[in-house]
């Protein structure tokens, strides 16, 4: 369990983070990069500027994420969850990023307030 862990700058590229407890965790800036992130509990934590290239997040929840300006690009986000106190805005996620219901991009979650239609 690492809640509410100070990780801003972590270089934490391909660790498995599988169904762990960040609740709240400050991981600004963080290179997450190829991170299986499956199951994890982000609630409350903060990835503002975060790398999640390559991440996988699948059933991860999300809610009240703080993921400002975060890079996505060619993550898998099937089933991860949010709500509208999640904050997405200002994502880089290209084609290669895979989400719920098989979207290829994240236009609507740039709009801020969580994923739309999820």
């Known amino acids: ?5 100070d990780l801003n700058g972590a270089k934490l590229t391909g660790a498995n983070l599988t169904s762990a407890n960040l609740t709240g965790a400050s991981l ?3 290179d997450l990069t190829g991170a299986n992130l499956t199951g994890a509990d982000l609630y409350g934590a903060h990835l503002t500027r975060a790398n999640l290239g390559r991440a996988n997040l699948t059933d991860a929840n999300l809610w009240g994420t703080n993921m400002t300006n975060a890079d996505l690009t060619g993550g ?8 509208v106190y999640s904050i997405f805005t200002g994502l880089r996620c290209p084609n290669g990023s895979t989400f719920a219901y098989g979207e290829t991009n994240c236009g609507s979650a740039n709009k801020g307030g969580g994923w739309q239609g999820w």
């Open 1 to 5: 369990m690492v809640h509410s862990a």
């Open 28 to 30: 600004g800036r963080a």
């Open 76 to 83: 898998t986000w099937i089933a991860a969850n949010s709500d």
